[in-house]
């Protein structure tokens, strides 16, 4: 199996297609049914990720031998701080090692966009995407922000210790 991800413009056809994706999956599993069309566009507009582009961020699209996959957003809020967001994998492309490859490019792309510090929020029933995060070093810390849907705030240092 072969990952690879690339900075992509988020209104490129394929990220569209996987943030409607994204949406209608974590609105669905919030509200404990399949939102129609209409809620999915309404959340699309609402929740838009216009600011995933240079300066203020980036998106990223997963491929796994050459199958779109998945896709990860950073923005960034104040300098040398980025935040995580919209971290997804369809579920066809789950369980084959490319959450923490996905994270890791993000983690990449984020220090390249001058950040020392990442942070992301999540769900109470996003128990995967909390899992992987404390699997890969994100501590937890205290809100920093007023987003309704947010519980729990991570956050991880992307300082590189010193090589001797």
Same mark, same amino acid.
């Given at each position: 199996?072969?990952?690879?991800?690339?900075?992509?413009?988020? !209104?490129?056809?394929?990220?569209?297609?996987?943030?409607?994706?994204?949406? !209608?999956?974590?609105?669905?599993?919030?509200?404990?049914?399949? &939102?129609?069309?209409?809620?999915?566009?309404?959340?699309?507009?609402?929740?838009?990720?216009?600011?995933?582009?240079?300066?203020?961020?980036?998106?990223?699209?997963?491929?796994?031998?050459? &199958?779109?996959?998945?896709?990860?957003?950073?923005?960034?809020?104040?300098?040398?701080?980025?935040?995580?967001?919209?971290?997804?994998?369809?579920?066809?492309?789950?369980?084959?090692?490319?959450?923490?490859?996905?994270?890791?490019?993000?983690?990449? &792309?984020?220090?390249?966009?001058?950040?020392?510090?990442?942070?992301? !929020?999540?769900?109470?029933?996003? &128990?995967?995407?909390?899992?992987?995060?404390?699997?890969?070093?994100?501590?937890?810390?205290?809100?920093?922000?007023? !987003?309704?849907?947010?519980?729990?705030?991570?956050?991880?240092?992307?300082?590189?210790?010193?090589?001797?």
């Amino acid at each position: 199996m072969t990952w690879s991800f690339e900075v992509t413009p988020v !209104d490129h056809p394929d990220a569209a297609r996987l943030l409607r994706e994204y949406l !209608d999956e974590i609105a669905s599993r919030f509200y404990e049914r399949q &939102v129609t069309d209409e809620e999915l566009d309404a959340a699309i507009e609402k929740h838009h990720s216009r600011d995933l582009a240079p300066p203020t961020g980036a998106f990223l699209l997963a491929w796994r031998d050459g &199958v779109l996959a998945g896709c990860a957003g950073l923005r960034v809020p104040t300098p040398g701080i980025t935040e995580l967001t919209r971290v997804f994998l369809r579920k066809s492309e789950r369980g084959k090692g490319g959450a923490a490859l996905l994270v890791a490019a993000a983690e990449d &792309v984020a220090r390249g966009l001058g950040a020392t510090l990442i942070r992301l !929020d999540t769900r109470d029933d996003l &128990v995967e995407a909390r899992a992987l995060y404390a699997r890969l070093g994100y501590e937890t810390v205290e809100p920093f922000n007023e !987003d309704p849907f947010a519980h729990h705030y991570f956050a991880k240092s992307l300082e590189l210790p010193d090589r001797v």
